[in-house]
């Protein structure tokens, strides 16, 4: 069975500082992975995916995650942060035409 | 092109009572999900709907909660009778053909007293 473990609940940081959001997921075959966003009172968007290819995935807001298959791992990062990038991140993994598995999230706080 | 639409926004109700949210996914879209997501949690699937067929209704607690899809388009979810551990917010999202990209909704915060 797969699963998703997303280590930090909260991680506050200060305002153009660099974020990492960890991720874990646990499955026995190949996986795709996802990190969606929920904006304050909004749907959950996605911000970048993973399915094969290059391991270094980006999004057009400046984060990228990076697929580490030995460490099964697809933590997220982004080198300077705005106030903006206040949201819930949720980690995800499926396996192709099964049902996606989501993390608990990580509400990032940006401090002024 | 307009987003997932769900109904109402927020719901309170008492236990005991019925409930139903209704959801319009993208045109053209032909998966569709129900979720439920708890306080601090992350969403988790009550049903997935290729057209109008329900292919994973496996978490569905089908003694009180039922969907529906007619015509493969809008869908309906349904509780009866809530209870007070339903109250959570459920998400809906739909899904184009031939990616694994979904989309979800705003979501109905459903509050059960």
């Known amino acids: 069975a797969q699963s998703v473990t997303q280590l930090d609940s909260q991680v506050p940081v200060f305002e153009e500082a660099p974020v990492e959001l960890r991720c874990n997921y646990s499955?026995?075959?190949?996986?795709?992975l996802f990190w969606y966003v929920q904006y304050p009172n909004q749907g959950l968007q996605l911000l970048l995916k993973?399915?094969?290819?290059?391991?270094l995935v980006e999004s057009i807001n400046g984060f990228e995650a990076e697929f580490n298959k030995s460490q099964t791992s697809f933590h997220l990062r982004k080198p300077s942060v705005h106030i903006s990038d206040t949201a819930e991140y949720f980690c995800?993994?499926?396996?192709?035409?099964?049902?996606?598995?989501f993390g608990k999230g990580t509400r990032l706080h940006i401090l002024p | 092109e307009a987003g997932v639409v769900q109904s109402p926004r927020y719901k309170i109700i008492e236990k005991k009572q019925p409930v139903a949210f209704w959801c319009n996914p993208i045109?053209?879209?032909?998966?569709l999900y129900w979720y439920r997501q708890n306080l601090g949690q992350g969403p988790e699937l009550l049903i997935r709907?290729?057209?109008?067929?329900?292919?994973?209704d496996s978490q569905l607690p089908k003694d009180r909660f039922s969907a529906e899809r007619l015509k493969g388009v809008d869908s309906t979810l349904k509780i009866q009778p809530a209870e007070l551990g339903d109250s959570a917010v459920y998400l809906c999202?739909?899904?184009?053909?031939?990616?694994?990209?979904?989309?979800f909704g705003p979501g109905t915060r459903l509050t059960v007293t």
């Open positions: 995800a993994v499926s396996h192709r035409d099964d049902k996606i598995i």
């Open positions: 499955s026995s075959v190949s996986v795709y």
């Open positions: 993973y399915l094969s290819g290059s391991t």
């Open positions: 045109s053209g879209h032909n998966t």
């Open positions: 709907y290729e057209n109008e067929e329900a292919v994973d």
């Open positions: 999202a739909s899904q184009p053909s031939e990616t694994y990209e979904q989309y």
